[in-house]
């Protein structure tokens, strides 16, 4: 009937019917561009990339306790309960370094640096995502988890975050948030602090050490401009922070046989977990040995294989665990 009209209409109609559909298609695009900038900014502020590795890490960890299968919908709650509070946590960070995200390459295009969202928006964020997690997780697996995962939050928010501009022990803090999600998940399926989720944190808390210290060498200038001190050498990039990077990757070393000595997991995983940490071992000797950028760029990517072929291996090779 419409295309009748239309057709059988003077020019001016034809023009004018045309008119007002161009338009509402116009209004159309325009709103979905609308959302799908919103959303953009939304993944920038949890920071999705990093907020999926410490899920990945909490998932892993706990299908690695005793009596625990894979569940659809208990992995994917964890998952949506991890992802709040992470991004919660993240939208905090990127709230209190608002001012240096912002003369920072890598991070001037976070929202909240680039004034597309308001402190008050990632504010309210933060505050509905954390209650949200820590309600899903509590309700659905055990509040010791949930609090872990506040605790987490707290310490990378309110203490790691501020200490980067005071002191490079700021590493050895936020190293302990960073590997609680394997504790977190570790809890979530056994309700107790024990043996096998202490060994995933310090699998996890130990590779962070080579692993941040490669970015923080990669990003060098970008973090001095800003103000923060995150090399284990106040000179930055020299032999003894080459050094330290080895010490935590020969660490890594004895510390991945324990899964194996707690009974979690058989020989095929230690053997598989050995190999990638003599594989980190000598991506950091590389780096004493050339101190360049490309050689701290290839122990960053290095470390970036490291942690789920690791996770993953271990939770392929599951056994009957303490």
């Not at 920038?44 to 892993?60: A, G, N, R, Y």
């Not at 208990?74 to 992802?83: A, Q």
């Not at 200490?163 to 609680?180: D, F, M, R, T, Y």
């Not at 923060?228 to 050498?233: H, V």
């Amino acid at each position: 009937m419409i295309y009748w009209l239309i057709t059988n209409s003077d020019q001016p109609v034809k023009q004018r019917f045309l008119k007002v559909m161009e338009s509402q298609d116009r209004l159309k695009r325009s709103a979905s561009f609308i959302v799908i900038d919103k959303l953009k900014d939304y993944m920038l502020l949890i920071k999705f990339t990093l907020s999926l590795t410490v899920v990945f890490s909490c998932v892993v960890s706990y299908l690695m306790a005793p009596d625990i299968t894979f569940n659809f919908q208990s992995v994917l709650l964890l998952s949506v309960g991890g992802m709040l509070i992470t991004g919660s946590a993240n939208a905090i960070n990127q709230i209190t370094e608002k001012d240096t995200d912002a003369l920072m390459k890598r991070t001037a295009k976070r929202p909240v640096a680039n004034g597309k969202m308001s402190v008050n928006e990632a504010t309210a964020f933060a505050a509905v995502s954390c209650i949200l997690g820590t309600l899903l997780i509590g309700y659905w697996f055990n509040w010791t988890s949930a609090l872990l995962g506040v605790l987490s939050l707290f310490i990378y928010a309110f203490v790691y975050t501020p200490l980067k501009k005071i002191n490079s022990v700021s590493v050895l803090v936020g190293a302990v948030p960073g590997a609680l999600p394997c504790l977190i998940g570790w809890v979530a399926g056994t309700d107790r602090l024990s043996a096998g989720g202490w060994a995933l944190f310090a699998i996890q808390f130990l590779w962070q050490f080579p692993h941040f210290w490669a970015i923080a060498w990669v990003a060098h200038n970008d973090y001095t401009r800003a103000g923060f001190k995150l090399m284990p050498s106040t000179a930055g990039p020299t032999k003894y922070s080459a050094i330290q990077a080895i010490i935590y990757s020969l660490l890594m070393v004895p510390v991945g046989a324990l899964p194996w000595i707690l009974n979690m997991s058989g020989q095929v995983s230690l053997i598989i977990v050995l190999l990638a940490n003599i594989f980190m071992v000598w991506q950091s000797i590389r780096l004493y040995r050339e101190m360049t950028v490309q050689a701290a760029r290839r122990v960053m990517f290095s470390s970036y294989i490291y942690l789920p072929v690791v996770l993953l291996s271990l939770l392929a090779d599951k056994v009957a665990g303490v």
